[in-house]
DNA sequence: CATGAATGAGAGTTCATTCAT
DNA sequence: GATGAATGAACTCTCATTCAT
């Protein structure tokens, strides 16, 4: 079980997760994650055939983390729990994937990419209106609301990279969203 | 001047952009550009010594056009009006150079992009600060409506590229914003 | 005699056959004869050291079952049962070796096949002058009659890989030569 | 008219045609018509974009010269005339493409020597039966006779470069075919 | 000024071959 | 004996960039 091949793949898509990180997808190369791991060319494209593939094992990895949803809370402990994550994964900018990922998509993996947010905006719309439900969130429009906490976070994820962040742009984010739906 | 040197160049940039916007920064390589343009190699590189160079002189009069702040009239006007440019701007992802900014930031050039936040920000921050201070909106904190406003705003541009938006998608984040910001 | 190094040996050689005859020579892997034999790498290489090595055993094989020549016949016997076994080789594409033989031969292997067709040539000589000398043939030059059939074979076999024949061209080989050495 | 590009182009092909000879095709890299050639790499690929495409080209100007046959004259002329091309043809083993030809239609590409083959024995079989008419020629099966004359030469053609041949090998072939057709 | 031929560095990829386990 | 992980050399191909004309 884990023979040595699996550790080895293992640490390739570690390696090349944070060259992703750092230089977005194109810029990364077979070359740069040969010299980042120790493996040699040939010892590399045994595992994977291309930065491509690893890339989408990565992202297959992470979101299949991401999907893992809470069990049985109220809509508010869930809620913030939610946001709490979201606000670590801003300001965590060394290990955002953002530019990698829109690079890939934007290389003709659109549906990918469309799927997953399809999901996510189906996610969040169940949250909330269940929390409507039960009164525990002021009343919104759901869809609008999603689209709020879904693209104000891709704007936040991705220029995080590149701008450098006053220290409560990502409390903004979050209060911003508890004011919308919780009282105060 | 305006000699024929100055209409090429323009002709070059015009051109560029479309590249960029097409297939964002890294992916456009000279050759493209010749192909494009019509010129040859040489050509080419007696305007400009490389994409980057072409990239940001694109940069530079696209927000110096977008700097042109308006002059006098209401908070609730100009804001209206802001916001139906973004609106504008948020569908017509043919025209996007968000891939293409996000990459050549992302190669070093944060500094640049830095600035011209911070800019939209001080002046977004300026209009709320005087639509309150005339009682045409309701009070908010500026500093963090103006991130709603720009990052949300980012998000959307980068991912109309790629996802297929809904036809309320732009609806959604101006009515947003006025909701927040104006009686209804 | 005959261990287990022997058979596997042997299902090297059977298998690697298959892909000669399907690839010509060059563009047989040392990874396409593991694939086909479910051998590992480590595994083929304990047996032979090289595609060279494997093909030239084959070839070693092939031609000794093809030197075994006929006992006491009559010339028109043997002759008829030589141009049968022709006949059915120039149909059989599948497994025709010629262009591996040929590429290999090209590759620096020339005396080996020089000896063969000079061993050829000289058997066919042979049953000539004695068909000849029997009265059974009737008078040609032998060393121009063997080398029409020789190469006239060689043309077929190769070109048989690549061109769709028409039903009759073995029947052709085989007919041409029987009415130049038999009465009709 | 004939400018620096298609003097290259020339050399290119003057030169690759040269080492297809000498090597086959599959053995052929660009790398080595790079040097044969005294180009760059990116050099060569502003010609060709691989040796696929360089050989098709050297074989169109090839077949393109082989096909203009003969005006008026008699069958018996022409017959000479095209024997003794063949001739020579044969016994210039360091210009023979055919082993180069013969990987090149095994690696899918069949349709095109189909073709040719199916021209030249329309061609032959019609030189045939005009001699025929004309009582030049023995009476003959025109289809079997042309496949003689196809395979035994392409039999000659390809053992050439693999064989020594001794001197009458050529002259074997001329005077087998003028035996069978023209009265002693 | 402009052309386009040519260079050369470097990415992608494939394989024969070795070697620790 | 057998495995399959790993190496490294060689090949294909692409571009930014230069330079003679």
Redesign the interface.
Known sequence: MGGKGTKTKEKIRQQARRLFAE??F??VTMSDICERTGLSRGGLYRYYSGTGQIFSEILVEEYAAANKMEGESSARTVLEHLLETLRTEIMDKERSLS?AI??Y??LGN?TF??EI?AGAKKRWMHLLEYGMKTGEFKPV?A??MS??I???????R??S????FEK??AE??V??IKQMLLEE
């Open positions: 230089k977005g194109q810029a530019l829109y690079e998509a934007s659109e990419f469309a947010h429009d869809g609008q689209e709020l879904l693209y104000y976070y891709q704007g936040l991705m220029w990279r590149v701008i450098p409560q742009t903004y984010y209060s911003t």
